[in-house]
């Protein structure tokens, strides 16, 4: 009974991982991209 309800909570975390991790990587993605734009910007203005 106690071990079922570990792999519960073991695959409901990994479940979490899972929905969290693309949304991290996406923002992550978005950020550094945004950056590039702005540093992009900024060496068009100095030429």
């Known amino acids: 009974m106690h071990r079922k309800r570990k792999e519960i909570l073991y695959t409901v975390y990994h479940v979490l991982v899972d929905a969290a991790f693309p949304f991290t990587a ?7 991209t945004g950056r590039l734009h702005k540093y992009e910007k900024g060496s068009l203005r100095k030429q």
């Not at 996406?26 to 550094?32: A, G, P, S």
């Open 26 to 32: 996406l923002r992550i993605i978005t950020i550094k």
